[in-house]
């Protein structure tokens, strides 16, 4: 039987939308308020939705308890409270050409699923959707 899961989790963070090769008017132009150089923040709200086969024997497709652990561990411990362009490694660090990966709702969505996927049995099938706000939100994979 396939069957899907879903767990709600919430984090608060800040961090500051600005491409590192802009100028300051430009970064305003594109990205507003949100490239404000003294941060802003958010209150976050997460779906972690799992689905799969469920186990014949256990009846389930996955222990709740160890997802919530799972999201608990690699998401609220590493997210929330800080500020994500200087506290968390994936923006606060360049990659191979130099370059800061900016902390877009759509990047922090993709940095969650693959911070959660690797510790996921393959045949799992996992889809994060990120509330920014109760308006905005971002779904990965789409």
């Not at 989790?9 to 404000?36: I, M, Y």
């Not at 003294?38 to 709200?45: D, K």
């Amino acid at each position: 039987m396939h069957t899907a899961v879903i767990r709600k989790a919430h984090f608060n963070a800040a961090h500051r939308l600005a491409h590192q090769d802009w100028s300051e008017e430009r970064n305003r132009e594109v990205f507003g308020l949100c490239a404000n150089p003294h941060y802003h923040g958010h209150n976050y709200e997460l779906d972690v939705r799992v689905s799969g086969e469920v186990n014949a024997e256990t009846g389930m497709l996955i222990d709740l308890k160890d997802l919530k652990t799972l999201i608990y561990q690699e998401v609220e411990v590493y997210m929330d409270h800080k500020n994500l362009n200087l506290e968390v490694v994936e923006f606060c660090h360049p990659d191979a050409d130099g370059r800061f990966l900016i902390p877009t709702a759509e990047n922090i969505c993709r940095v969650i699923y693959d911070r959660l996927r690797g510790h996921l049995p393959d045949n799992l099938t996992l889809m994060v959707r990120l509330y920014e706000t109760p308006r905005n939100i971002v779904e990965y994979p789409a």
